[in-house]
């Protein structure tokens, strides 16, 4: 692992186990006090307004262009590329450090204007997706999956460890933290009977982070693996809702459709490279070893912890998966450099999720459809119920956090609670 | 087949064989004159210009909103829905005819700011794409490739003849005609020999046409059958770009990826359902019947002539194809309900393709693959030269148009130049 920062304090109180402390700063969208969308990060439970730090001059070193902060998602501004990003996670860390500066400190009315108690915010979908593009970057989760469908035996598919395989997801429906998601109609074929149509049977969730693009490529250029996560603007917790019924009876020979792309849920926080570095750790030994355009060099995996939670409509909870972002096998930065070795252009915004992200044993699967293996191993709950799959009224709430020697880094939650299906 | 609508005449030269017809009017943008982007129709080989035409105040009896055509895409016009397109078709027809109102012919000062050679115009991208679907509607196209790879037993796969499929394609590599296509390099697997890298050998081209959303529907609702084309803003040729070798070694089991998203091309200009429903037909009998949220009655089809061209680097012409959109076993209006059954939500621009297009016999084939058949046939060009897949420098060009008792309207071409593979 990287050398931890020195520790630093706020003159803002960060509580005991928040995500956001002072060495985060991530970013997003929300409407503050009734007033537009506009761009803001967070520290400990204050939300931080960017677009009034930049029109109380605090971020004029920054160069920045005026108005880049009051818009309703943060394209423009990831467009930037890692610089300005950068530069503005470390005006933030000096303004908000006990040890920094006391420009913003020694001012209350200033800081009257800028904090914001974050229970008061509408958190909103952070950046405007135009593509989404979903990877199966687990190598316990495409096994689960192979072993459940072809036997253990051909449990991977052959390409699977040649080449980080994706496919294209729907972009309209990403949703962010706290939209409910509707159970979805479709057409399924239980057993050998005819294709029947109703609600689906097997909802499920998919434990995933996405990377948000920051600067794209031009159409036709690609982006070399060592340059990929420069491309990177930051991270968030991804839910690929899933229909396995659905799924199934559709996905052949196009791959993944109706059974998905009804509604996916995002964390509303971008956590940044820089702020998640001191948790970067060596990725798997690949091999066989990938062809030159998808090798790379260094620390190219990161260890945060990742949880599920199911909470049902009494209020039951359970820990359904502890599971971390080590357990993938293909990085990010080689999902970057196979998307565009063909010239595809990535643009400001888009998102690459990593696919369900499952670690060895089944405490760390990332899926209902690993963790109660096709139903055949339900979830135990505490008032005696059980789950094979998510049911109506049910939460799942998805978080993730970097941990270390006290430093804490995290994303905050992805959550959405399932409704029933429309007749 | 629906009656024809009564000859009509205009004051404009249409030149004979024109897609673009006093019928027509069809939609798209366009930079004239050296000025911003803006909405324009074309008569002939004279292109319209709408924000001219609204400002000059000729179409303020349709109320549309101020400064709406003075945009660079049609998006927030076709988002109005069917209603407003129609009235300002018709308002054309009415502008143009030579029975109709003279305000615009008696006034050569209108016209000198409203018409603009085609020739000295630059089409560009229509709308903004945010999410592209592509079906695999035809059944002639999905007999042919099953039986390549799975024999003529086994060529429709169970799930076929009960539901469109489908999957997401890239948005963000959409380009308008006139834009050239790079040859991919991409990762292939040739033999049995281990993956290796460079460009692809089997560059592909697929005749497509595509339905543009106009109205969306929100997350979590649907859209019925029998109302989806009222959704419908209008159609255009979609070139669906394929590179069969990186195609064949990726897409197991998620679908094409890399060997599609480098690149796909349209026509410029978007034609109306009302332009097209002088060559509305039945579709073919659909057996086994389909589920009930999948029926329509009436005509759902349509028959117009689909064309491919390819032109060599040295200006050698051939014919490749001529089809017809009547090969769609699906119809549009079935891919729209199947795609929001799940309340999966469709945005204005969105587009659906509807998978290639083939026909019964080898003539009528869409794409190089099923043409050359694998390469086994191979097209043999009017220099002696000969064609199993695409090569660096030929333009293809696809065509299409409906042709009835002397009406004609038409899409003009969707046209690219393959350029060589950068190293």
Redesign the interface.
Known sequence: MSTLPPPVHSWVEVPPGSDFTLHNFPLGIARLAGGPPGAVSILGDWIISLDALQELRYLDSLHLPPGIFAQPQLNALLALGAGPGRALRERLQALFSAEGTGALRNYPDSQARILHPAAQAELLMPVSV??YT?F?ASEHHAANVGAMFRGREQAL???WK??P?????????I?VSGTPV?R????M?PGDG????GPSQRLDFELEVAAVIGEGNA????IPAGEAERHIAGFLLFNDWS?RD?QQ??????????GK???STVSPWIVSPDALAPFRIPGPAQE?AV???LHTEGLSHYDLHLEVDLVTAEGVAQVLSRSSLRHLYWSFAQQIA??T???????PG?LLASGTISGPEPESFGSMLEIAWRGERPVLLPDGSSRSFVEDGDTIILRGWGERDGLRVGFGAARAQV?PA?S
């Open positions: 135009r593509n979903d199966y598919l052959p390409n040649h080449l395989v994706g496919y294209h997801g729907r972009a309209s429906s949703c509707r979805p109609l479709g057409q074929k005819p294709p029947v149509f159409l036709g250029t690609r229909a659905i009876w559709e996905y052949q020979p196009l791959g993944p459709f109706l792309n009804f509604g066989p062809l030159p355009y196979h998307h070795v063909n010239g595809c252009n990535l643009e888009d409704l429309l």
